[in-house]
């Protein structure tokens, strides 16, 4: 169908996501200057969503219990603002609370205040939603004529890129993005590809070095050259460029407010770094519908402009534990294979940590399954602190090898770039279909309820030549709505009663464990494989 032109003002979407845990406070960081209203395109609404805010409350259920409890106790929020001026603010103040920072993209406000407090600002006319600022967990020049005489991941021959680098296709021109720990100077992919960096963490002064480990490791799955391994570690797309936001602090703990703030900046990049696709290897804390996350609101804003959002199932193993973005309809949702070390697939199975099943909402996930088990990429350094923990994984000084659905995703993502090398015209939602309707579900191992559309063929995708859609009637974030003929943030709506959240972990981000619990967490790698 045609989709209208839409408008979000994306302060709204931010301000429903402040997230309430143990951490150090987190110090404000510039935000770009943007427009407050952002044009996008989005499909049609199947049914006005006004109505779903009628009977629910404006605070968390958690936030409600600790303020009984705990009413002392100072906790992170992030405040949706039912409208416009300063009025939201200034309730803050009343009720000794203190902005941290502000979220445009969604209208919201980042606050540090009192369990008391927060259940008192709920109460303002002036504030829409009250929510935790949760943790997150994260699920890790060139030849076009790439030499596979070396190569050692089996992954790429397993999806087919190598047919792809066959069609003279490796991303070449499309640049790809990652919301993760940072980039550090790799040969792997320094090579003039990576066109900007930023950072969203609390760390005063910090840069977008990768202090951590993980996000060296999933930019070297999605771009890296291979010229420091002699071709035996090839990324899916070797001469894709790269955007790197960095949202976590030096340690690996993240908010859900670091991951919007960066992905309220992609937006306002997109056009200068030709921004097509965006990997977010991270999932939630806390288990809630995807028509109330914020973090789902943002992921789908990026959808709506253009942007393919590929994001990591989690490593729950368990049916139903998809955390977001993982869960909303929207984004193309990675789960993870073991495909043995072999190029063939006949003897693949599905990782027993990958998250799958039906979500809160009915959604069924995950969308499909790339390999995750034993992926070599790159090493940010020998002192980083996924090295440390786990010296048994590190392959040589300049290569790491890890397991979990967050190397699954940027498996898929590195393959968007060689889809939109070919057919630079694709909408997300046409790119959803093609892989999605040509994946693989002929291999031993399938199974739909764990692997969803099937295993990612690229070769058949890019040979492919459907223009059709996903996404059909499918209901967009409440934080969203439609007023006459363009969408815009529910604060421009008539209605400003919040929706009534899950309950949430209020665990900090631990990225050294098996499942980096936080409010966005990195549960999408799993060690000791």
């Not at 999806?159 to 021109?173: E, F, I, Q, S």
């Not at 097509?276 to 999932?283: D, H, P």
């Amino acid at each position: 169908m045609t989709k209208p032109t839409l408008h979000l003002s994306l302060a709204a979407l931010i301000a429903s996501s402040i997230a309430v845990s143990a951490c150090a406070p987190v110090t404000p960081r510039a935000m770009s200057t943007q427009a407050n209203h952002l044009a996008l395109t989005t499909p049609a609404q199947p049914a006005a969503q006004a109505s779903f805010f009628a009977q629910a409350v404006r605070l968390h259920p958690d936030l409600v219990a600790l303020a009984k409890t705990s009413a002392t106790d100072r906790v992170r929020v992030i405040v949706q603002q039912a409208e416009a001026g300063d009025a939201a603010e200034k309730a803050v103040a009343d009720f000794g609370g203190t902005i941290a920072d502000r979220l445009s993209m969604i209208n919201a406000l980042v606050v540090e205040i009192s369990a008391s407090g927060a259940y008192q600002l709920a109460q303002h006319p002036a504030v829409r939603w009250v929510s935790p600022d949760a943790p997150v967990e994260k699920s890790a020049a060139w030849n076009p004529d790439v030499n596979v005489g070396n190569l050692k991941n089996a992954f790429n021959a397993s999806v087919k890129a190598t047919n792809a680098w066959d069609r003279g296709l490796t991303g070449k021109g499309v640049t790809i993005a990652q919301l993760d720990s940072g980039v550090s100077a790799l040969a792997e992919v320094f090579d003039n590809r990576i066109l900007a960096t930023a950072t969203y963490s609390g760390t005063t002064g910090s840069s977008g070095w990768d202090y951590y480990g993980h996000g060296s490791h999933v930019s070297g799955i999605m771009i890296g050259s291979g010229k420091s391994s002699g071709g035996k570690y090839i990324g899916m797309a070797p001469e894709a460029n790269l955007v790197s936001v960095r949202v976590s602090e030096n340690d690996g703990t993240i908010r859900v407010s670091n991951v919007i703030s960066g992905m309220q900046w992609l937006l306002a990049n997109k056009t200068k770094y030709n921004i097509r696709a965006v990997n977010i290897s991270l999932n939630s804390s806390v288990m809630e519908s995807y028509l109330t996350s914020p973090l789902c609101a943002a992921a789908e804003i990026l959808w709506f402009n253009g942007i393919v959002v590929v994001t990591s199932a989690g490593n729950a193993g368990t049916k139903g534990a998809l955390y977001p973005p993982a869960n909303d309809p929207f984004v193309i949702t990675v789960g993870a294979v073991d495909d043995k070390g072999t190029t063939s697939i006949t003897d693949d199975t599905m990782a027993t940590f990958s998250a799958y099943g039906t979500t809160l909402d009915g959604v069924v996930k995950p969308d499909l399954v790339a390999p995750g088990v034993k992926i070599v990429g790159g090493l940010a350094s020998l002192g980083n602190k996924l090295s440390m923990a786990h010296p048994e994984n590190v392959v040589d000084s300049l290569f790491f090898r890890m397991s979990g659905t967050s190397m699954a995703a940027p498996v898929v993502t590195g393959a968007v770039a060689l889809l939109l090398q070919d057919e630079p015209n694709l909408t997300p939602d046409q790119v959803k279909y093609r892989l999605t309707s040509t994946a693989n579900k002929t291999w031993k191992g399938y199974n739909k309820t764990k692997a969803g559309a099937g295993y990612l063929d690229i070769d058949k995708a890019i040979g492919g030549t459907s223009t059709a859609k996903s996404n059909t009637n499918v209901k967009y974030n409440t934080l969203i709505v439609p007023v006459g003929s363009v969408l815009r943030g529910l604060w421009d709506s008539v209605s400003w009663t919040a929706v009534s959240w899950t309950a949430v972990s209020w665990t900090a981000v631990s990225w050294t464990a098996v499942s980096w619990t936080s409010a966005a967490d990195w549960n999408s790698t799993i060690w000791g494989d």
